[in-house]
């Protein structure tokens, strides 16, 4: 079975940028889809984007974030630019059913 482990994550302030990992084991990634949800407390988890042969994302996020998948590595990168205050939420990446623990993004005003 798939682990996936998020790193990145942290305090940064509105405007700035930060890269968020999910390294892949168990499986090679490369014939599968990989998803970014996100979870700010009191909301639901809620997707941000995800990457197969092309990346897809949410309004809320197209043009600031962007997915990049190093299939040697076995992982994938999601680079957050222009973060605002509404981005602070957990990260968590995901395969099929598989979750990783997540990787918490604040954002200050």
């Known amino acids: 079975q798939f682990q996936l482990v998020e790193s990145g994550g942290g305090l940064v302030q509105s405007g700035g940028s930060l890269r968020l990992s999910c390294a892949a084991s168990g499986y090679t990634l490369d014939p599968y889809v990989i998803g970014w949800f996100r979870q700010a407390p009191g909301n639901q988890r809620e997707w941000v984007a995800s990457?197969?042969?092309?990346?897809n994302y949410a309004d809320s996020v197209k043009d600031r974030f962007t997915l990049s998948k190093d299939n040697t590595e076995n992982t994938v990168y999601l680079e957050m630019n222009i973060l605002k205050p509404e981005d602070t939420a957990v990260y968590y990446c995901n395969i099929a059913d598989f979750w990783g623990q997540g990787t918490q993004v604040t954002v200050s005003a």
């Open positions: 990457i197969g042969t092309s990346a």
